[in-house]
């Protein structure tokens, strides 16, 4: 699975990493950044999870 965040959309408002933590880190512009560009298995209900949570639907997985 690949994740990635749109920087024109991400608010910043730090759900994505309190949810995934492996997955998402926030940037020193206030916009969460993704650590991995492929998710492995064990991370991805994780990685769905922020993507549902996230209130800009921000975050792209497929
Ligand atoms: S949950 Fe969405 S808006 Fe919030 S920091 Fe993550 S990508 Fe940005």
Do not use: N, S, W, Y
Request: charged share 30%; proline share 8%.
């Amino acid at each position: 699975m690949k994740v990635r965040v749109d920087p024109d959309i991400c608010i910043g408002c730090g759900i994505c990493p309190d949810v995934a933590p492996a997955v998402f880190e926030m940037g020193t512009d206030d916009k969460a950044h993704t650590k991995i560009d492929q998710v492995p298995e064990e991370l991805q209900a994780a990685c769905k999870d922020a993507a549902d949570q996230c209130p800009q639907a921000a975050i792209e997985v497929d």
